[in-house]
């Protein structure tokens, strides 16, 4: 597992609102920093990416496909970032999704959308009620920001949230390529830009979370005591790859 750096994201350069850490995670102010200039620059979900929003519409039509993710299912989205994709979701009738968010800044084309109570503003686990329990817990993009002991510790707490027959499905795109000449393609990145950064010609912008090893990603549901783990890709039809791995829990 490494680190990896960002400096631009949806065409907003971190260094047009903030000061940029590559030490530290972004936090809570560098996020609604964030999404005020974000949400001045795009005002519908069509402003954005169309190539990006094809990604991501590929996770509810993924989901769907999934027996255990129905539409009368207790199903809790850990991260749900702008909620287009849960959005989506609660309009076709899965009205027992719940989402979580560290803050309501991202949130606001959801929050009309979804009763407020099935809204928790916070860090999971802790902006979820102890009681709560899940037939279904999903993250996308949210393994990025943890090492690999706190992410295990997450993946305990989200089991103590799922029912005796619940699954936890994890959509990543921070995983490292698993051909040889693709790792040695990205170490030698890796290495020049630290090499640019530590000469003082160009930073390498703002720490952003960890890319790992899809052993890892695998390692980690075992060691959180998840049992029958399924994995693969999607179908790759945009520039990324996305790879998902499921596990559900022991009874
Ligand atoms: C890369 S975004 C992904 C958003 C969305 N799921 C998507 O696929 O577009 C990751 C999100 O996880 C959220 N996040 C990170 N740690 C979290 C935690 N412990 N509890 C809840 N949300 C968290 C961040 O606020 C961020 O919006």
């Known amino acids: 597992m490494k680190k990896m750096y960002q400096s631009v994201w949806h065409a907003i350069p971190f260094t047009s ?5 590559s030490k530290e995670l972004a936090g809570a102010d560098f996020y609604a920093s964030f999404y005020e200039r974000f949400f001045k620059i795009y005002k519908k979900l069509d402003d954005l990416d169309p190539l990006w929003i094809k990604l991501k519409m ?10 255990k993710f129905r539409k009368d299912a207790a199903i809790l989205s850990i991260g749900c970032g702008l909620g287009f994709v849960e959005k989506a979701l609660f309009e076709e009738g899965f009205k027992g999704l719940e989402v979580t968010e560290v ?13 407020k109570e099935h809204v928790h503003i916070g860090f999971f686990p802790e902006c979820v009620s102890a009681g709560c329990r899940y037939n279904y817990i999903y993250l996308a993009g949210v393994d990025t920001f943890f090492t690999q002991i706190e992410f295990i510790k997450f993946l305990k707490a989200i089991a103590n949230h799922l029912s005796p027959d619940g699954r936890c499905m994890i959509i990543s795109w921070s995983f490292m390529p698993s051909d040889i000449i693709s790792r040695i393609v990205l170490n030698c990145k890796d290495m020049v830009r630290l090499l640019l950064d530590k000469l003082g010609l160009k930073k390498r912008g703002q720490f952003w979370g960890y ?4 052993k890892e990603l695998h390692s980690a549901l075992v060691a959180a005591g998840f049992i029958n783990i ?13 790879y998902w791995i499921s596990g559900d829990k022991s009874v």
């Open 211 to 214: 890319i790992r090893d899809i």
């Open 230 to 242: 399924k994995e693969s890709f999607f179908e790759k039809r945009t520039p990324w790859d996305t």
């Open 103 to 115: 803050s309501k800044e991202p949130i606001q084309w959801l929050l009309p959308f979804i009763p």
């Open 58 to 67: 590929q996770i509810p039509e993924f989901l769907k496909r999934d027996i």
């Open 17 to 21: 609102f903030t000061a940029v850490s």
